[in-house]
Nanobody, 120 residues
Framework: QVQLVESGGGLVQAGGSLRLSCAAS????????MGWYRQAPGKQREMVAS???????SYLDSVKGRFTISRDNTKKTVYLQMDSLKPEDTAVYYC??????????????WGQGTQVTVSS
């Protein structure tokens, strides 16, 4: 069984910072991409930031220069440092990990989500 456990969400004022963490546990291995998506009420889920195993990153245009994704492959953990937060960043943030388990194929696993609320 694979679990992705997120932490670090909360309520912050505009201009503030939060750091999200997501740790993968269980029999998952050969993790390639890890990243973060978000979903605001009434909107579709969108990719916020992604990192491959070798460190190649990509970002949603609206968060470039404000958010930074990093990961620790030995700990199967991905982080999202969010600075200069804006009210429009308010959403549930989900982490993902693309990996495999013994006897199976590569698939995407998801965390349960953590709420980020930015007040104006």
């Amino acid at each position: 069984q694979v679990q992705l456990v997120e932490s670090g969400g909360g309520l912050v004022q505009a201009g503030g910072s939060l750091r999200l963490s997501c740790a993968a546990s269980g029999s998952i291995f050969n993790i390639n991409a890890m990243g973060w998506y978000r979903q605001a009420p009434g909107k579709q889920r969108e990719m916020v930031a992604s990192s491959t195993r070798d460190g190649t990153t990509s970002y949603l245009d609206s968060v470039k220069g404000r958010f930074t994704i990093s990961r620790d492959n030995t700990k199967k953990t991905v982080y999202l440092q969010m600075d200069s937060l804006k009210p429009e960043d308010t959403a549930v943030y989900y982490c993902n990990a693309d990996g495999t388990v013994p006897g199976s194929y590569v698939r995407r696993y998801w965390g349960q989500g953590t709420q980020v609320t930015v007040s104006s």
